[in-house]
């Protein structure tokens, strides 16, 4: 997920209010703000292994050396059978170094996330590092896994002695993994040393339930922090209710900088009576912390109930007195670990490593924590309206945080699954939220909307919901919900007219909220929810709006570059926007465009012909898929868009490759133990695929039921299903060098298909396996492949060469190229279609192309007199299939004028943030503060010697080129040593970028310099100037989709020299950078 920079704590003076423990109430109350004039959050603390906007993790302690990793997470022991699946799961498995899940106490989708924030890499959402030495509480909320500081509200922190000096939100403790216990249900850990607390922690679906052990000492006590949530707090209420109780609440919010906010109410109960209570308050109008006491001389263990709810303090205390109304911890521990072993025994293996077993059991369990419950046991919740509501009908429980981007792709389908009434219940929750404020959710934090990625996920999850089993909610109304937002410009689909219009989202294009960007990206994850939504409706008998969505999935077919052979971002005049390369990751999400090539899961076919067949794309993908963490040109399979690509394999005849890339993902990335994942395992998504790798299948497509198959890598399998049903996965040998395929049997018979809908195995099923330790040709036959749901393509053409650079008048050759992926003869008949301001000739024809073969046709191309840019479009036709339009760029253009060459708009008016999107992630230069620097429309700039024309174009229209291998004509007077550039580098950190610049003379010689710019934020003043740059400009601020970013801006100068004596007719532009990409605003030369 796409992460903003981590947030510095802030310190707060204090001030202490003490009250004793007579049994009178002591209230500090503060403001609670509303959803639509929310208060700064303040005191937001440091966050560790956040991700950067380019998916990079950030700040990450390394990972765990193998004499440091738990002893379980090392024994290669064979176990035979697993009988208490809840014991033998460590919840620290994938806690650190990028995981960032949580191990406290927890039961399947509980309300409550006990769990330990230690330091100094309290990591984000989890809050917990393995190895940490400090303990700053251990607070009632938390998010597993993801990229942004989320959660963690109400650190309660074990202290003895007296209360820490200075701001309580900032004291620890000193803590150790030696003893701790992290069990499914159950956590226990030692902290406070050498004054040693055992801290043990269960729960039940509503509540939590703590067992503190303390030394000998009349100065026992907890510190409960109000200020402390990973992101700040901007409210906070406390009441000392009587001699053992504390009430209150939270607010906090700010997830992946969003601006909503959510408050959580807590009630606390202690078993013992407070010696000591007091509220202590700060400068400001909320409380800072509770501090209460305890005489631990004769009665050393004090243990305490708590409740929460986003609803009220009432109904927090109702919850753990409806729930666990007694003081029996070891029965509510009891209950918890069965409800675990009730649902993890759902799915019972045999015959690996105990790590590997282990590690299996440990990511199941992490399957299984949210969505969480956030309705009350009265049934009530707080609803996307913020007011509230209560469940009604069948429903039991409502959800919330939902990390859509990141579950559709196969943690739906396992919760539906094993867990269809839960999973059902979801599902029901999205309908609700819908009917309360008109939006599924995108990524739905608790209650709240959030904007953190892309696409329409929440649609693709309700699919997966209903294709694996979760039918128990009002789907008639899902699926018109569903229908409308899909159909319609709204805040999760801004560019829904725009795709209509063009058949895809285009770069230059004008989005409302919320926020748009990367849209190649943006329209992958379109297609995937059209794909899952037109399955949906097949389901529930609408055969015409299924039709529709289904080809309208198709549309990643409408940004495939003929000449580059990549998924490349396009501009409202239909031209493809230059130096896009395959290790480009500017205007991709988290990704680059080699790992989004392979992202479209729905029509892998389509994609293959296009790319020339299976014979080419077997190699390729072998390529790509050798380092399942890699990036840029290899995959990154951790990362969700990428999920499942080791399966892509499977489409194109080579199964064998798919069960190479599946085992090396299992065995080769996600490792057992605490650091076992270098990325974010994101509310269980890792997770996920690796508990579906390990049963050999995965659902490669959102919203059908279809499993693809890799290979199993247990010996045995055995799923359970609630409805009494069993589906049994037999491979003896299966191991970590024995995982090619000899053969298959399903329910007995030979099958070498490479796909199995699940509504055949949910019948009952037997799959035998039989393993080889070398490839085989099992499952090669053509109409073995998984199916595929786009069009069939006749040929590809392409135009040579793909684009021309005229001068007013002038005339050029290019050539139409038309090469086969039919297996017929065929015609094709082809139109070119120009825009005023140029001719093609001939501008129409016919070519007649053999199976495999190609044939051409020469064209001349004759400019007018304007300058500009002019994309000509060739509308190609066949009877044998479908034949993707071309694009030639013709580019007419004076020496010296840029403006025909701007493919990029990086300048937006502070009231449309949205128009502009300098950096593919949704920033640009602000228009006022450039102005303030005196980078006005069309003013001079001088800078490093030269004096550059800044453009004279309006904020929120093409003002840069994107640097890529243009050859751009220049203007240069005689005798000029130097050429000179006004621009910058973006998503390429602190080195910046640079690449080969070639200048061409006059006389038909060329010389080469490196052209250079550092990052257009100096890494938010983290840099300093790079390849000898100058600052040209310095703006105040950016803008974002989302609104003003307070960082400082750069505009550089840079220049290159002429070889003495030359005169400069051209300039070419690198073709390739070394990391990132460069935006250009002016040329000059002197």
Known sequence: ????????????????????????????????????????????????????????????????????????????????????????????????????????????????????????????????????????????????????????????????????????????????????????????????LPDTITTQLTETPHSAMGRFTFPSTTQAGFLIKLMDSQNGDSASSAQIVGTNEIKGSDTSGGFCGDSHQYTVYYDIVFDHPFTTSKVITGSGSSPQAVSVGFDATKTPTVQAKVGISYVSADNANLNWRTENPGWNFDAVKKAAQKSWNSLLGRINVSGGSTATTQEFYSLLYKDFLQPNITSDVNGQFMGSDVKTHSVSGSQKQQYGMYSGWDTYHSLAQLQAMLTPKEASDQAQSQVNYYAENGIIQQWGYLHLDNWVMAGDPGTALIADYYAFGAKDFDGKTALADMLKQAYSVNDVRPGEALEEKYGYMPEDGTYGCCNPHAQVSS??????????????????????????????????????????????????????????????????????????????????????????????????????????????????????????????????????????????????????????????????????????????????????????????????????????????????????????????????????????????????????????????????????????????????????????????????????????????????????????GVTVSPSSGTLKVSPDGSASADLTVAAGDVDGNYPVKFTLTSAAGKILPVSLSVIVAKPGDLGPFYDNTGISDDSAPSSANYDGGGWSYSSQALTAAGLTPGASVTAGGLTYQWPDVAAGKPDNITVGGQTIPVSAPAGATKLGFLGSAYNAGTEGSSGTATITYTDGSTSTASLGFSDWTLSAGKGTPSFGNVIAGTAAYRNHTSGKDNVKTYVFAQTIPISSGKTVASVTLPPSLSQGSIGIFAIAAG
């Open 1 to 192: 997920m796409r992460r903003p920079a981590a947030r510095l704590a802030t310190a707060v003076a204090l001030a202490t209010a003490v009250v004793l423990g007579s049994g009178l109430p002591a209230m500090a109350q503060g403001p609670k703000p509303s959803p639509s004039t929310e208060s700064q959050l303040r005191n937001a603390r440091t966050v560790t292994c956040a991700k950067a906007a380019d998916g990079r993790l950030i700040d990450c302690p390394k990972p765990l050396a193998a004499k440091a990793l738990p002893k379980a997470a090392k024994d290669t022991s064979t176990l035979a059978s697993v009988s208490d699946p809840a014991t033998l799961v460590d919840t620290r498995t994938w806690t650190t170094g990028g995981g960032n899940t949580f191990p406290g106490a927890d039961v399947p989708y509980g309300m409550i996330q006990w769990s330990p924030d230690t330091m100094p890499h309290r990591n984000a959402g989890g809050g917990y590092n393995y190895g940490d030495e400090e303990l700053t509480g251990y607070s009632l909320t938390h998010v597993s896994g993801p990229g942004c500081g989320a959660a963690q509200d109400v650190p309660i922190l074990p202290i003895t002695g007296d209360l820490p000096s200075g701001d309580p939100n900032d004291a620890t403790t000193a803590f150790t993994n030696a003893g701790e216990v992290a069990q499914a249900g159950y956590y226990s850990a030692q902290s406070n």
């Open 523 to 836: 329209l992958l994850e379109y297609d995937n929810a059209d794909f899952a939504l037109s399955r949906f409706a097949a389901s529930l008998g609408d055969s015409a709006n299924a039709a529709k969505l289904q080809d309208r999935a198709n549309n990643w077919a409408n940004v495939f570059n003929t000449s580059t052979g990549l998924l490349t971002p396009r501009l409202t005049n239909g031209a493809f926007l230059s130096g896009i390369t395959p290790s480009t990751t500017s205007h991709y999400i988290e990704g680059s465009a080699e790992e989004y090539l392979w992202d479209v899961p729905n029509d892998y076919a389509g994609l293959f012909s296009l790319l020339g067949g299976s014979s080419k794309v077997k190699p390729a993908l072998r390529k790509f898929l050798s380092r399942p963490d890699g990036y840029g040109e290899y995959a990154q399979l951790s990362n969700e868009f990428s999920f499942g690509e080791e399966y892509a394999l499977d489409y194109a005849g080579d199964p064998a490759g798919a069960q190479q890339a599946a085992n090396t993902l299992r065995y080769g990335l996600y490792l057992p133990g605490p650091s076992g994942l270098p990325d974010n395992d994101d509310l269980g998504a890792n997770s996920s695929a690796f508990v579906w790798s390990m049963l050999g299948m995965y659902p490669e497509n959102p919203g059908s039921d279809t499993l693809v198959f890799g290979s199993p890598g247990f010996p045995h399998a055995t799923i359970s299903l609630p409805s009494g049903k069993t589906i049994k996965i037999n491979a003896p040998n299966a191991s970590p060098s024995e995982y090619y395929v000899k053969s298959m049997k399903l329910n007995g018979k030979a099958n070498s298909k490479l796909y199995v809908p699940f509504s055949t195995l949910a019948k009952g099923a037997t799959l035998d396996w039989t393993m080889s330790p070398t490839e085989t040709s099992w499952g090669t036959g053509a109409d073995n492949a998984p199916p595929s749901y786009g069009p069939t393509f006749a040929a590809i053409g392409s135009t040579n060469p793909s684009s021309l650079i005229l001068s007013p008048g002038e005339s050029a050759k290019t050539t139409l190229t038309v090469k086969s992926v039919a297996s017929a003869d065929q015609s094709v008949q082809w139109t070119a279609t120009a825009p005023s």
